[in-house]
C-alpha cells in the first residue's frame, strides 16, 4: 500500500497482467475497516473508497 504523506513509500512497476488484479498499486485513502465491516454504504467510509473508472475515462487513458 502506498502512503501519499511518507515521502519514502514506493510502489510496484504497472505492468499489462494489472487488469486481472491490480490490488497491489492500491494508495491508502483512510478507508476503515471495521466501519466497512459493520455498515458498507456508511457515506463518510464511502468518500475514502477508490472509484472505478467510467468506460469513457478508460478509453480517453488508452488514446481513444
Same mark, same amino acid.
Given at each position: *500500500? %502506498?502512503?501519499? @504523506? @511518507?515521502?519514502?513509500? %514506493? /510502489?510496484? /512497476? ?7 488484479? !491490480? ?5 491508502? &485513502? !483512510?478507508?476503515? *475497516?471495521? /466501519? !466497512?465491516?459493520?455498515? #458498507? ?12 473508472? /467510467?468506460?469513457?475515462?478508460?478509453? &480517453?487513458? *488508452? !488514446? #481513444?
Amino acid at each position: *500500500m %502506498v502512503y501519499p @504523506n @511518507n515521502p519514502q513509500s %514506493v /510502489t510496484r /512497476t504497472l505492468s499489462a497482467r494489472y487488469y486481472k488484479d !491490480g490490488a497491489e498499486i492500491l494508495i491508502d &485513502r !483512510g478507508w476503515d *475497516m471495521a /466501519t !466497512g465491516e459493520k455498515d #458498507f454504504d456508511d457515506p463518510l467510509n464511502q468518500q475514502h473508497r477508490p472509484r472505478r473508472l /467510467t468506460p469513457r475515462e478508460c478509453a &480517453r487513458l *488508452m !488514446g #481513444f
